[in-house]
Every structure is written in structure tokens, then in C-alpha cells.
């Protein structure tokens, strides 16, 4: 008898010792898999909406610092001033336009681009603008971890898009708008870079005399 219930005892041993079996290590990895696709998926999710509300939010920046610029310029500027029509720029077209104020005519650019290359530790930010004889420049602002703040001369050469984050702004001006005697000025940010998808944009208006 005590022979017999050692043997039992022995073949219920061997039963729970004997580990899995490749069906159940397979289910077993199969189901981590998804668990682990279903946590990668999170992550990547979690971080592409992060990155892209860090462009939004450049986008509105820069937006904000072109109407604000618009904005220190006289009522008879040739910057803001709309003649021949009832609105000057675009929001869906680079336009450059000579406009001819107070006697003067001189080329507006109702555009430009920003770029923005991080560089060891420094934050470098190139606008572009136009010279007086109305061609395209481009002046680099460096930003160093400690502080100082450096701005190269203008210069012909864009620099290049490979490495550097791209805005496109782009503005126009109503006359007359949205009653008689002011302007609205509004300014449409765009990121170029088609990493982002989908694209970062953004636009903002102002009212000013």
C-alpha cells in the first residue's frame, strides 16, 4: 500500500515538473507580441501628438511675431499699405509686389521662411527677407546655452533645409476690413517639413489702423 501511494505521488511529480509545451510557449510568445505591439503603438501615438504640439506651438509663436512686426509699422508705410485693390499678399502664394507709398516705390515680400537648426547645445534661427534692391537674404541668429546671442550679416545663400526644422509664413492685408477705416492683417504659418504628418499650420488675424 505504502508502495502504491509512493508511486503516485512520484507520477503527480513528474505531471507538475514536466513544464510547458511548445504549443503553450508559442500562444504564450503570441500573445506577448500583441501586448507589445499594442504598448509600441501607445508610445509612437503618445510621442508623434507630443512633437506635433511642439510645431503648433512655433507655428503660433511665429505667427504672432510677424503680426506684432506688421504692427510697428506707420499707417503710410509701404509695408502695409494697400494700393490698386482691396488686398495685397496671399495666404496660398509667395508674392513679392512693388508698392509705391508716400512717392516711393520699394519691393514688399508678403512671405518669408524660418528656419530653425539645433547645433551642438545652440539653437540656430535663419530669416529670410529682402534687400533693397529687392532679392531674397537670409540672417542667421545663434542662441547659446550660455546665454549669448550672436546674428551673422546677411547673407544670398539659404541655408539648408536638410537637419533644420522650416516655417513658411505668409500674410496678407485687407483694406477696409472687417469695417471701413482699418486693416486686418492676417498671417498663415506653414511647417514644411513632411515628416509631420499631418501638416502643422496655423493662422492668426489682427485688426490694426
Known sequence: MAQSLCSKDIRRDKRLSRGFTI?????????????????????????????RS??????????????EDLNRYASSDPNVT???????GSLTTDV???????GVTVPISYY????????????QETASSLNSGGSPQYSTTAYTPDGHINTSAPTSTA?????????????????????TGVRRVTVLVTLLNQSVNPAVTFQMSMVRP
Open 23 to 51: 504549443v503553450e510557449v508559442l500562444i504564450a510568445s503570441f500573445i506577448l507580441m500583441i501586448g507589445l505591439v499594442a504598448v509600441g503603438g501607445v508610445v509612437g501615438s503618445t510621442l508623434g501628438s507630443t512633437a
Open 54 to 67: 511642439g510645431y503648433m506651438n512655433q507655428a503660433a509663436t511665429l505667427a504672432t511675431e510677424k503680426l
Open 82 to 88: 494697400v494700393t490698386g485693390g482691396s488686398s495685397m
Open 96 to 102: 513679392l509686389q512693388n508698392v509705391t507709398a508716400n
Open 112 to 123: 518669408d521662411a524660418v528656419y530653425f537648426s539645433p547645433t551642438q547645445g545652440s539653437l
Open 159 to 179: 541655408p539648408s533645409i536638410a537637419g533644420s526644422i522650416v516655417f513658411k509664413r505668409r500674410w496678407v492685408i485687407d483694406k477696409d476690413q472687417p469695417v
